[in-house]
């Protein structure tokens, strides 16, 4: 699949909450935390279960950098 986000990161789902409309995806992305909140509906189609090998995809246009 090709994609026009340049940012990628790949890691490791933690911990998977799920809500009546939302998911929390807790990841591990080279001993850092990241956290993607997804709809319950992708969460469970795409079977997120702690240990899964995920990629997150990051397309934003205003990125925070502090020092």
Do not use: F, P
């Not at 990841?27 to 935390?33: A, K, R, V």
């Amino acid at each position: 699949m090709e994609i026009s986000a340049r940012n990628q990161l790949k890691g490791t789902v933690k911990a998977v909450t799920l809500g009546a409309v939302m998911a929390e995806v807790v990841m591990d992305i080279g001993g850092q935390e990241l956290v993607a909140a997804i709809t319950r509906s992708s969460a469970e189609r795409l079977s997120l279960t702690a240990g899964d090998a995920v990629l997150a995809i990051i397309k934003s246009t205003e990125v925070m950098v502090g020092k």
